[in-house]
């Protein structure tokens, strides 16, 4: 079955434990992006790859890192956590390039972090 | 930087009405733009997508209209249900980025 993974799903920590969610696609696509969605702001991106090796960074990159290793694999990296990361994070995927490709995007089922 | 925006932002209707939902953004270099449902607390769920060279896309009761030369995307719900009841958002896709509406809450009253 196509999916993007997310783990954990739910976490709670406290300010300053770095912290790493996974994010694990199936589907081999090219595209990947980290999004946090808060109440009243909507989903904002915060990184995204193109490819292996090649990240770049959305709207709201700070106080994240990511990594692109792998074509399936993209993990966002909180090094330092502070509350104001506390949010509801979605991993996505999605072809970048092919003759028939809709470019629709594949979301995860999302990570719920809580940061005290 | 492109932004978009989508209203009404809440919306109550009884069952069995029709609705528009509409999305406008600033940069009409897109890619293609793509609807979204998502249920509280829940994650997204793809309803439709239409690539930037189409006019619409038809699922269902759902059919999703793109005019890139102004701006905007509607999506179109026919014979609204109960189960409609959800966050509806517009997602605007560049080549490199991706730009989301804030939404629009619809309430479907039986």
């Known amino acids: 079955e196509a999916q993007v993974t997310q783990n954990p799903r739910y976490l709670i920590t406290v300010t300053g434990k770095k912290l790493t969610v996974t994010c694990s696609q199936n589907?081999?696509?090219?595209?990947m992006s980290w999004y946090r969605q808060d109440p009243g702001l909507g989903l904002r991106q915060i990184y995204y790859?193109?490819?292996?090796?090649?990240?770049d960074k959305g709207d709201v990159p700070e106080g994240y890192k990511v990594s692109r290793k792998e074509k399936r694999n993209f993990p966002l990296i909180l090094e330092s956590p502070s509350p104001n990361q506390t949010s509801l994070y979605f991993c996505?995927?999605?072809?970048?390039?092919?003759?028939?490709?809709?470019?629709?995007?594949?979301f995860g089922p999302g990570t719920r972090l809580t940061v005290t | 930087k492109q932004e978009v925006t989508q209203i009404p932002a809440a919306l109550s209707v009884p069952e069995g009405e029709n609705l528009v939902l509409n999305c406008s953004f600033t940069?009409?270099?897109?890619?293609?733009l793509q609807w979204f449902r998502q249920d509280p607390g829940k994650g997204l769920t793809s309803l439709l997508l239409?690539?930037?060279?189409?006019r619409e896309q038809t699922s269902g009761r759902l059919n999703a209209s793109l005019d890139k030369s102004s701006g905007r995307s509607t999506l179109y719900i026919a014979a609204s249900q109960p189960g409609d009841s959800a966050t509806y958002l517009c997602?605007?896709?560049?080549?490199?980025?991706?730009?989301f509406g804030t939404g629009t809450k619809l309430q479907v009253i039986p």
């Open positions: 790859s193109m490819n292996v090796e090649v990240t």
């Open positions: 239409i690539q930037s060279s189409q």
């Open positions: 940069d009409s270099a897109i890619y293609n």
């Open positions: 589907m081999n696509h090219e595209y």
């Open positions: 997602a605007v896709l560049g080549y490199q980025k991706v730009t």
């Open positions: 996505a995927s999605r072809v970048l390039k092919g003759l028939s490709s809709s470019y629709e995007q594949y």
